[in-house]
């Protein structure tokens, strides 16, 4: 099975900061990689699929950018409502794994 | 609105059994692959299943494979999770969730429900 890895496994950044968050894959999954964010006592919420396409209603500063194995979500000024979880995911065939998360702090 | 409402979880002995429903209402249910998803108190996510629209499609993870069921009522609108031989490591919320996109098989998830907590203790 191809795992997914994401770095690093929390940050701590100031309010407008740029923050970014790798995920790689242990073999090439091309576009078919998610990003998904879940604050704290919440559902997860998705965020970003096809490695890059941004899911409806979720603001631009968030972008995702990568192919194959190697991918970045980044947060481009980062809000006090974007303290959260994010996962990565790969989507295109079972088990649909998921990285181990990043969490994500204000300093 | 798409709405996915779980039920079913609570608290049972290590070998019990449980099984989780997940009422789907805002969108046509028999068009879509539905999943679960879990997570362990402080953890991570975990794909547990997955059912096609017609419901003779299904797949596991392989922690689950044997001891899981998955099905659905389409007239009803409903997902199930049948749970058998509960161990300890099975501690978790359960997410139902849907598959983005009309008739993809594709583990991609747009709309996820509330959670429901299923403890394995003795």
């Known amino acids: 099975d191809i795992q997914m890895t994401q770095s690093p496994s929390s940050l701590s950044a100031s309010v407008g900061d740029r923050v970014t968050i790798t995920c790689r894959a242990s073999q090439g999954i091309s576009n078919y990689l998610a990003w998904y964010q879940q604050k704290p006592g919440k559902v997860p919420k998705l965020l970003i699929y096809?490695?890059?396409t941004l899911q409806s209603g979720v603001p631009s500063r968030f972008s995702g950018s990568g192919s194959g194995t190697d991918f970045t979500l980044t947060i481009s000024s980062l809000q006090p409502e974007d303290v959260a979880t994010y996962y990565c995911?790969?989507?295109?065939?079972?088990?649909?794994?998921f990285g181990q998360g990043t969490k994500v702090e204000i300093k | 609105e798409v709405q996915l409402v779980e039920s079913g979880g609570g608290l049972v002995q290590p070998g019990g059994s449980l099984r989780l429903s997940c009422a789907a209402s805002?969108?046509?249910?028999?068009?879509?692959?539905m999943h679960w998803v879990r997570q362990a108190p402080g953890k991570g996510l975990v794909w547990v299943s997955r059912i096609n629209g017609g419901g003779d499609n299904t797949a596991y993870a392989d922690s689950v494979k044997g001891r899981f069921t998955i099905s659905r009522d389409n007239a009803k609108n409903t997902l199930y999770l049948q749970m058998n031989s509960l161990r300890d490591e099975d501690t978790a919320v359960y997410y139902c969730?849907?598959?983005?996109?009309?008739?993809?098989?594709?583990?991609?998830?747009?709309?996820w429900g509330q959670g429901s907590l299923v403890t394995v203790s003795s």
């Open positions: 096809a490695a890059s």
């Open positions: 995911q790969k989507y295109n065939s079972a088990p649909g794994a």
């Open positions: 969730a849907r598959g983005m996109t009309e008739g993809s098989g594709y583990y991609l998830f747009d709309y």
């Open positions: 805002g969108f046509t249910f028999s068009s879509y692959w």
